[in-house]
Each structure stands twice: as structure tokens, then as C-alpha cells.
């Protein structure tokens, strides 16, 4: 049974390039996308980042902290 991509991966572990390394050296080009897509992605990214920052943090956590000191 051979699995999708496995060939891939084989030849990745057998690089000794890292395996995000594109090969080539050089950055790859950004795409230019939508203004508004773009401004939407962001927002959607800010109001999760915000909520999380805003979260409390769990008593077990605290706890654990305290055990620190």
C-alpha cells in the first residue's frame, strides 16, 4: 500500500535542505488579492486575535503558576 505523497516525503528526509525550503533561493512573489477580500481576512483576523487576548485565563492555569513562585 503506498499512500498519497509518501514518495515526497521519502525525498524530503533524504535532503538536507529544510523541508520548507522552495529550492530556488529566492522569495516567493505574493499574489495580489482582492482589497476588500484582503480587508475582510484582516478584520476576521483582528476580532480572533482581540477575543482571545480578552479571554480569562483558567483557575488550573493560575494554579500552576502559583506552584512557581
Do not use: C, W
Not at 522552495?22 to 476576521?44: F, L, N, Q
Not at 482571545?52 to 512557581?68: G, M, Q, R, Y
Amino acid at each position: 500500500m503506498q499512500l498519497r505523497g509518501s514518495s515526497r516525503l521519502v525525498k524530503q528526509e533524504q535532503s538536507d535542505k529544510p523541508a520548507n525550503d522552495i529550492g530556488s533561493g529566492k522569495m516567493a512573489k505574493k499574489r495580489k488579492g482582492e482589497p476588500s477580500r484582503d480587508a475582510s481576512v484582516g478584520a476576521a483576523l483582528r476580532s480572533v486575535y482581540s477575543q482571545t487576548v480578552d479571554e480569562a485565563i483558567p483557575s488550573e492555569f493560575l494554579d500552576l503558576l502559583n506552584k512557581l513562585d
